[in-house]
C-alpha cells in the first residue's frame, strides 16, 4: 500500500497565496485580493483532496492530509470536510524539513510514498496512477513543475527504509533548480528514478488566466 501525502496550509487570508494575492492586487487592483486568493487556496485544495478521495477507492492507497496553520483538533476536522481521515501537522522548518518528516511516517511504517501540494489545478487520476505504478519499479518519481521544482516526489519500497540516501539534502529550495539537484542527488546516490507529466503549480497570476473564462 501507498500513502499519498496532501501538503496543505490552512486557507487564512493574509497567510496563503500571497504571490497570487499581490499579483490580483497589482494587475487588477482588487482591494480584497487577499480573500480573492483564499478563495482560490481552498478550491485547489478541495479539487486536491477530492482527486486523491477518488483514487483510494480505485487503488490501494493511503490517503493522508498533512497540515500547516492549524492545531491538531482543528487539522482533524478539515481532514473530515475535506474526506482525508488521516491527519498530520507539517510541523516547522523549510519545505525539506516538512517532506522529511512526512516521509518517516512512511519509513516507520515501511511504506512507499508520494507527496504532493494542493497548488495543482491540472492534478488529475491519471496522473497518480502512474506514479503510483512507476513506484513500483523505481526507487524515485518526480513530477516536474515548469518553475524548475516539482509538485510530485515519490520515495518508492526499497528507498523508504533507507532515509540516509533520500535526495532532500542540500537541495535550493524555492530556487529554478530544485528538480536537477534532486535528479543530480539521486545520480549520486545510484537511485533509479522516472518522471511523470509536468505539471504547473498556481502561484502567480500568469498561472491563473489559463483558468479563468
Given amino acids: 500500500m501507498v500513502q499519498i501525502v496532501v501538503m496543505a496550509r490552512w486557507p487564512s487570508p493574509g497567510r496563503c497565496k500571497r ?9 487588477l487592483g482588487l482591494a480584497n485580493s487577499s480573500e480573492r486568493a483564499t478563495r482560490i487556496q481552498r478550491r485547489l485544495t478541495q479539487h486536491s483532496a477530492a482527486v486523491v478521495r477518488g483514487l483510494a477507492g480505485a487503488m490501494e492507497i493511503e ?13 482533524t476536522r478539515w481532514g473530515q470536510q475535506l474526506g482525508l481521515g488521516q491527519v498530520r501537522l507539517q510541523g516547522r522548518g523549510k519545505l ?10 512512511g519509513h516507520r511504517h ?30 524515485l518519481v518526480l513530477g516536474p513543475a515548469s518553475d524548475g521544482g516539482y509538485w510530485l516526489l515519490g520515495i518508492g519500497a526499497s528507498l523508504i527504509r533507507r532515509p540516509q540516501l533520500w535526495p532532500l539534502i542540500g537541495i535550493p529550495w524555492g530556487g529554478p533548480r530544485v528538480l536537477e539537484a534532486t535528479l543530480e542527488a539521486a545520480r549520486r546516490r545510484q537511485l533509479s528514478s522516472a518522471l511523470v507529466p509536468q505539471r504547473n503549480d498556481l502561484d502567480h497570476w500568469s498561472d491563473l488566466m489559463p483558468w479563468q473564462g
Fill in 110 to 139: 515501511n511504506r512507499p510514498c508520494l507527496v504532493i501540494g494542493t497548488d495543482l489545478p491540472e492534478l488529475n487520476p491519471d496522473d497518480l496512477r502512474q506514479a503510483v505504478e512507476r513506484l513500483k519499479q523505481h526507487d
Fill in 19 to 27: 504571490r497570487l494575492s499581490r499579483d490580483l492586487n497589482h494587475e
Fill in 63 to 75: 490517503p493522508v492530509l498533512a497540515v500547516s496553520g492549524l492545531g491538531p483538533r482543528a487539522a
Fill in 96 to 105: 525539506g524539513t516538512r517532506l522529511r518528516r512526512q516521509l518517516m511516517h
